[in-house]
T-cell receptor, first 113, second 112 residues
Framework: NAGVTQTPKFQVLKTGQSMTLQCAQD?????MSWYRQDPGMGLRLIHY???????DQGEVPNGYNVSRSTTEDFPLRLLSAAPSQTSVYFC????????????FGPGTRLTVT | GENVEQHPSTLSVQEGDSAVIKCTYS??????FPWYKQELGKRPQLIID?????GEKKDQRIAVTLNKTAKHFSLHITETQPEDSAVYFC???????????FGSGTKLNVKP
C-alpha cells in the first residue's frame, strides 16, 4: 500500500493564481481531511469528507474548495491564491465509525508570493 | 467549536528524565484524544490515543492520562532518549465525527 499520497511536494504561486493540491489514498478509507500547518499554530482543519459525494467545512475553509467524486481522491483547490495561504498542507484519511487513527500524507509546502 | 490548548510550547529535558505535555479542551462532547509526533520535515504520526471511557493508557515509555471532569489530558514520556526529540501535538475529536482539533504543539528537545 502506498498509503496517503500528495502531489506536488513543493509549489510556488503568484498572488491570484489558482491550483489544485492532489491527495489520494489506497486504504479504502471513508474519511478524508485537509489541514494546514502554520508555525506555532498546530494543524487546522480546512475541509473534510465522510465519503464520496459528501464534504463539509472545517475551521478555516475560506479560499479553498473541495470535492470527493471517488473514495480514493480528495483534491483541494485554491481559487485565488493569497500570501496568507502560504503554509504546509497535509491530507489525512481514516476509517469511518468510531474514531480511528488518521494517516497523514507527506505534505505539500506552498509559498504564495 | 472545540478549543484545544497545549502547554508548554517548548520543553527541554536531559536524556533519561521524564517529559510531561498537557492539553485542555473545551467541548465536553469530545471523547477521543490522540497524540501525534512530528519529526522535522515529516508528517505527523500517531503515537498513542485514549478514549473518554478510559483514565490512563500506557505503551512502553509513553502514557496518556485523561481527566474528563477537568477536561484535560496529558502525555508522559519516561526515560527520554534523543530520538524522542520532535514536535508533539495533542488533538480532540468526537467519536463518529471526523473533525479533529489540534493543540499548537510542543517542541521537545532531549539533550544527550
Amino acid at each position: 500500500n502506498a498509503g496517503v499520497t500528495q502531489t506536488p511536494k513543493f509549489q510556488v504561486l503568484k498572488t491570484g493564481q489558482s491550483m489544485t493540491l492532489q491527495c489520494a489514498q489506497d486504504m479504502n478509507h471513508e474519511y478524508m481531511s485537509w489541514y494546514r500547518q502554520d508555525p506555532g499554530m498546530g494543524l487546522r482543519l480546512i475541509h473534510y469528507s465522510v465519503g464520496a459525494g459528501i464534504t463539509d467545512q472545517g475551521e478555516v475553509p475560506n479560499g479553498y474548495n473541495v470535492s470527493r467524486s471517488t473514495t480514493e481522491d480528495f483534491p483541494l483547490r485554491l481559487l485565488s491564491a493569497a500570501p496568507s495561504q502560504t503554509s504546509v498542507y497535509f491530507c489525512a484519511s481514516s476509517y469511518s465509525g468510531t474514531a480511528y487513527e488518521q494517516y497523514f500524507g507527506p505534505g505539500t509546502r506552498l509559498t504564495v508570493t | 467549536g472545540e478549543n484545544v490548548e497545549q502547554h508548554p510550547s517548548t520543553l527541554s529535558v536531559q536524556e533519561g528524565d521524564s517529559a510531561v505535555i498537557k492539553c485542555t479542551y473545551s467541548d465536553s462532547a469530545s471523547n477521543y484524544f490522540p497524540w501525534y509526533k512530528q519529526e522535522l520535515g515529516k508528517r505527523p504520526q500517531l503515537i498513542i490515543d485514549i478514549r473518554s471511557n478510559v483514565g490512563e493508557k500506557k505503551d512502553q515509555r509513553i502514557a496518556v492520562t485523561l481527566n474528563k471532569t477537568a477536561k484535560h489530558f496529558s502525555l508522559h514520556i519516561t526515560e527520554t532518549q534523543p530520538e524522542d526529540s520532535a514536535v508533539y501535538f495533542c488533538a480532540a475529536s468526537i467519536d463518529n465525527f471526523n473533525k479533529f482539533y489540534f493543540g499548537s504543539g510542543t517542541k521537545l528537545n532531549v539533550k544527550p
